[in-house]
């Protein structure tokens, strides 16, 4: 199964442009930076995301779903 990435690969992207796309809170896209599970970037006041780390994290949390549905039936 083959999923579109909703992130640009090499592109930094704002917590706001995270929450919007994959409607997650600010704490949980800055706990995914802290944690290390994407890179960030602090310029000036603002922190940015790697593009390329938030596709990772979307596909192994889409597979993660997919083998839990899959564990229930």
Known sequence: MTTASPFAPGRWYSAQ?????????????????????VAAIKIGRSVRYSGDDLNSQCQSLGSGLAEKKSSQR
């Open 17 to 37: 442009q995270i929450q919007d796309t994959l409607s997650l809170s600010r704490s949980t896209v800055e706990r995914l930076g802290i944690e290390g599970k």
